[in-house]
């Protein structure tokens, strides 16, 4: 069964970091593009970032840009998003998903998301003094 378990949320101070994990099991990461999403209480969900995994490629929303990194270790079947500098707003639930096509080539994607293949749980991020 394919699989996909996040973890490393919690509660960070504005301007503070963390390191969330997308860790898969029945499959291989790198055989597979992964995004990240978040829900804030009352929002809609949206795409933060995605790795692609035909060219490597790494791409961001304007919101997050220059403050959160993605990034892969196919020695340990992980994805991770390192995420500084946070802010208030960024409190949500992350959640990180996968397909075996491509997603990531040019852009986040945007709504309508395309049905991906797995999905996890997510992980709560809180910012907040």
């Known amino acids: 069964q394919l699989r996909l378990a996040e973890s490393g949320g919690g509660l960070v101070q504005p301007g503070g970091s963390l390191r969330i994990s997308c860790s898969a099991s029945g499959f291989t990461l790198d055989d597979y593009t992964i995004g990240w999403f978040r829900q804030a209480p009352g929002k809609e969900r949206e795409a933060i970032s995605c790795?692609?995994?035909?060219?490597?490629?790494?791409n961001y929303v304007d919101s997050v840009k220059g403050r959160f990194t993605v990034s892969r270790d196919n020695a340990k079947n992980t994805v991770y998003l390192q995420m500084n500098s946070l802010k208030p707003e960024d409190t949500a639930v992350y959640s990180c998903a996968a397909d075996a096509v491509d997603f990531c080539i040019i852009a986040v994607p945007r709504p309508p998301y395309p049905t991906l293949d797995v999905w996890g749980r997510g992980t709560q991020v809180t910012v907040s003094s």
């Open positions: 790795i692609s995994h035909s060219t490597g490629m790494t």
